[in-house]
Protein backbone atom coordinates (compact mmCIF):
# COMPACT_ATOMS: atom_id res chain seq x y z
CA UNK A 1 0.00 0.00 0.00
CA UNK A 2 1.46 3.57 -0.75
CA UNK A 3 1.76 6.15 1.73
CA UNK A 4 -1.37 8.20 3.04
CA UNK A 5 0.68 11.88 3.72
CA UNK A 6 -0.82 13.53 7.04
CA UNK A 7 -1.81 17.49 7.02
CA UNK A 8 1.32 18.33 9.49
CA UNK A 9 3.68 16.37 6.57
CA UNK A 10 2.09 18.19 3.99
CA UNK A 11 2.72 21.45 5.88
CA UNK A 12 6.50 21.30 6.52
CA UNK A 13 7.41 20.69 2.79
CA UNK A 14 9.15 23.65 1.44
CA UNK A 15 9.35 23.89 -2.71
CA UNK A 16 12.33 26.11 -4.62
CA UNK A 17 10.62 28.15 -6.91
CA UNK A 18 11.58 30.99 -9.17
CA UNK A 19 13.15 34.19 -8.03
CA UNK A 20 10.83 35.76 -10.14
CA UNK A 21 10.74 40.36 -10.25
CA UNK A 22 9.07 42.71 -11.57
CA UNK A 23 6.83 42.30 -14.25
CA UNK A 24 7.42 38.65 -14.12
CA UNK A 25 6.48 38.23 -10.43
CA UNK A 26 3.34 40.50 -10.90
CA UNK A 27 1.82 38.48 -13.88
CA UNK A 28 2.82 35.04 -12.95
CA UNK A 29 3.67 35.11 -8.92
CA UNK A 30 6.44 32.28 -7.56
CA UNK A 31 6.14 29.33 -9.82
CA UNK A 32 8.28 25.87 -8.62
CA UNK A 33 11.36 25.93 -10.57
CA UNK A 34 10.32 22.42 -11.98
CA UNK A 35 6.58 23.48 -13.09
CA UNK A 36 5.39 22.30 -16.56
CA UNK A 37 3.76 25.52 -18.45
CA UNK A 38 1.51 25.41 -21.19
CA UNK A 39 1.31 28.41 -23.32
CA UNK A 40 -0.91 28.74 -26.10
CA UNK A 41 -2.94 31.42 -27.85
CA UNK A 42 -3.93 32.40 -31.46
CA UNK A 43 -1.34 33.01 -34.78
CA UNK A 44 -0.14 36.52 -34.76
CA UNK A 45 -0.78 36.90 -30.70
CA UNK A 46 2.51 37.85 -29.75
CA UNK A 47 3.07 34.05 -28.57
CA UNK A 48 6.47 33.26 -29.97
CA UNK A 49 7.63 36.80 -29.17
CA UNK A 50 6.49 36.23 -25.34
CA UNK A 51 8.39 32.76 -25.34
CA UNK A 52 11.65 34.26 -26.52
CA UNK A 53 11.44 36.41 -23.62
CA UNK A 54 10.61 33.92 -21.03
CA UNK A 55 13.28 31.81 -22.63
CA UNK A 56 16.08 35.25 -21.95
CA UNK A 57 14.63 35.26 -17.83
CA UNK A 58 14.94 31.52 -17.61
CA UNK A 59 18.61 31.73 -18.76
CA UNK A 60 19.06 33.81 -15.64
CA UNK A 61 18.14 30.88 -13.57
CA UNK A 62 19.56 27.53 -15.62
CA UNK A 63 20.16 26.16 -19.28
CA UNK A 64 17.11 26.47 -21.64
CA UNK A 65 17.16 24.41 -24.49
CA UNK A 66 14.61 25.10 -27.32
CA UNK A 67 12.90 22.64 -29.30
CA UNK A 68 12.37 24.42 -32.61
CA UNK A 69 10.21 22.11 -34.26
CA UNK A 70 7.48 24.52 -35.98
CA UNK A 71 10.01 27.02 -37.71
CA UNK A 72 13.38 25.06 -37.47
CA UNK A 73 16.17 27.65 -38.00
CA UNK A 74 14.26 29.69 -40.46
CA UNK A 75 14.86 33.77 -40.81
CA UNK A 76 11.64 34.31 -38.28
CA UNK A 77 13.23 32.54 -35.35
CA UNK A 78 16.78 34.16 -35.90
CA UNK A 79 15.12 37.54 -36.34
CA UNK A 80 13.31 36.82 -33.00
CA UNK A 81 16.29 35.44 -31.46
CA UNK A 82 18.25 38.58 -31.73
CA UNK A 83 15.79 41.05 -31.01
CA UNK A 84 15.30 39.25 -27.62
CA UNK A 85 19.41 39.30 -27.56
CA UNK A 86 19.64 35.07 -26.61
CA UNK A 87 22.63 35.30 -29.31
CA UNK A 88 24.23 36.90 -25.61
CA UNK A 89 23.53 33.80 -23.81
CA UNK A 90 25.54 31.77 -24.76
CA UNK A 91 26.30 28.62 -23.34
CA UNK A 92 23.12 29.12 -21.23
CA UNK A 93 20.75 28.77 -24.53
CA UNK A 94 20.40 25.49 -27.20
CA UNK A 95 18.34 25.01 -29.98
CA UNK A 96 17.43 21.80 -31.49
CA UNK A 97 14.98 21.10 -34.48
CA UNK A 98 14.96 17.30 -34.86
CA UNK A 99 14.64 15.38 -31.47
CA UNK A 100 12.75 12.13 -30.29
CA UNK A 101 11.42 11.90 -27.33
CA UNK A 102 13.83 8.93 -27.19
CA UNK A 103 16.96 11.82 -28.67
CA UNK A 104 15.29 14.06 -25.87
CA UNK A 105 15.19 11.20 -23.11
CA UNK A 106 18.98 10.76 -23.71
CA UNK A 107 20.25 14.61 -23.92
CA UNK A 108 18.35 15.20 -20.35
CA UNK A 109 20.07 11.87 -18.66
CA UNK A 110 23.73 13.56 -19.66
CA UNK A 111 25.19 16.04 -16.70
CA UNK A 112 24.77 19.07 -16.51
CA UNK A 113 21.91 19.10 -18.98
CA UNK A 114 19.32 21.93 -19.34
CA UNK A 115 16.80 22.56 -16.64
CA UNK A 116 14.07 24.17 -18.98
CA UNK A 117 13.25 22.40 -21.75
CA UNK A 118 10.47 24.65 -24.42
CA UNK A 119 8.75 22.56 -27.19
CA UNK A 120 7.61 24.72 -29.96
CA UNK A 121 5.15 23.19 -30.54
CA UNK A 122 3.65 20.47 -29.12
CA UNK A 123 1.77 19.54 -32.06
CA UNK A 124 4.54 19.84 -34.40
CA UNK A 125 6.53 17.48 -32.07
CA UNK A 126 4.28 15.12 -32.53
CA UNK A 127 3.84 13.13 -28.96
CA UNK A 128 1.36 11.35 -27.80
CA UNK A 129 -0.16 11.75 -24.08
CA UNK A 130 1.45 8.72 -22.67
CA UNK A 131 5.07 9.33 -23.89
CA UNK A 132 4.39 12.91 -23.17
CA UNK A 133 3.60 11.99 -19.48
CA UNK A 134 6.62 9.62 -19.05
CA UNK A 135 8.61 12.44 -20.40
CA UNK A 136 7.43 14.68 -17.74
CA UNK A 137 7.85 11.78 -15.12
CA UNK A 138 11.14 10.61 -15.94
CA UNK A 139 12.59 13.97 -15.35
CA UNK A 140 10.45 15.95 -12.45
CA UNK A 141 13.55 18.03 -11.18
CA UNK A 142 13.15 19.59 -15.07
CA UNK A 143 10.53 22.37 -16.09
CA UNK A 144 9.07 21.13 -19.55
CA UNK A 145 7.56 24.37 -21.62
CA UNK A 146 4.89 23.36 -24.15
CA UNK A 147 4.10 25.70 -26.87
CA UNK A 148 0.22 24.84 -27.83
CA UNK A 149 -1.28 25.60 -31.06
CA UNK A 150 -5.27 26.51 -31.24
CA UNK A 151 -8.31 25.96 -32.92
CA UNK A 152 -11.14 27.99 -32.16
CA UNK A 153 -9.55 29.63 -28.64
CA UNK A 154 -8.90 25.54 -27.60
CA UNK A 155 -5.93 23.80 -27.60
CA UNK A 156 -4.99 21.87 -31.24
CA UNK A 157 -6.02 17.87 -30.40
CA UNK A 158 -6.47 15.85 -27.66
CA UNK A 159 -3.67 15.14 -26.21
CA UNK A 160 -2.87 19.15 -25.63
CA UNK A 161 -6.30 18.95 -23.81
CA UNK A 162 -4.95 16.73 -21.53
CA UNK A 163 -1.08 18.31 -21.02
CA UNK A 164 -2.99 21.46 -20.34
CA UNK A 165 -4.65 19.68 -17.40
CA UNK A 166 -1.82 18.39 -16.04
CA UNK A 167 0.53 21.92 -16.56
CA UNK A 168 0.85 23.92 -12.77
CA UNK A 169 1.28 27.32 -15.47
CA UNK A 170 -1.18 27.60 -17.65
CA UNK A 171 -0.20 30.83 -19.97
CA UNK A 172 -2.76 32.44 -23.02
CA UNK A 173 -1.01 34.98 -24.92
CA UNK A 174 -3.90 37.33 -26.33
CA UNK A 175 -3.50 40.41 -27.91
CA UNK A 176 0.12 41.00 -26.95
CA UNK A 177 -0.71 40.20 -23.43
CA UNK A 178 0.09 37.02 -21.84
CA UNK A 179 -2.23 35.86 -18.79
CA UNK A 180 -1.62 33.17 -16.15
CA UNK A 181 -4.29 31.09 -16.11
CA UNK A 182 -2.80 28.27 -13.65
CA UNK A 183 -2.29 27.51 -9.91
CA UNK A 184 0.15 30.45 -9.31
CA UNK A 185 -1.70 33.12 -10.87
CA UNK A 186 -1.05 36.37 -8.27
CA UNK A 187 -3.67 38.14 -10.09
CA UNK A 188 -6.29 37.31 -12.46
CA UNK A 189 -6.39 40.70 -13.60
CA UNK A 190 -3.14 41.32 -13.90
CA UNK A 191 -0.76 40.67 -17.60
CA UNK A 192 2.56 40.36 -18.96
CA UNK A 193 2.90 42.92 -21.75
CA UNK A 194 4.63 41.44 -24.75
CA UNK A 195 4.78 44.12 -27.12
CA UNK A 196 3.69 47.48 -26.25
CA UNK A 197 2.60 49.05 -29.95
CA UNK A 198 1.14 45.52 -30.26
CA UNK A 199 -1.48 46.49 -27.48
CA UNK A 200 -1.71 49.84 -28.62
CA UNK A 201 -3.06 48.75 -32.11
CA UNK A 202 -5.07 45.69 -31.24
CA UNK A 203 -6.93 48.17 -28.52
CA UNK A 204 -7.40 50.62 -31.63
CA UNK A 205 -8.77 48.32 -33.93
CA UNK A 206 -11.10 47.53 -31.09
Not at 1 to 21: C, D, N, Q, V
Not at 98 to 114: C, G, N, P, Q, Y
Not at 174 to 183: H, I, L, M, N, T
Request: net charge positive; aromatic share 14%; charged share 25%.
Amino acid sequence: MKRAYSPKEIAKRTYKTLPFGGKWAAAFGSPEENSTWFISGASASGKSSFVMQLAYELTHYGQVLYLSYEEGLNQSFQERMLRFDLDKKQGWFRVVTSDTVEDLTERLKKRHSAKFIIVDSFQDAGWEWLETKALLEAFPKKSFIFISQEAKGQPLGKPAVRLRYRAGVKVRVVGFRAYCQGRFNPDAGNSFVVWEEGVLRTSNNF
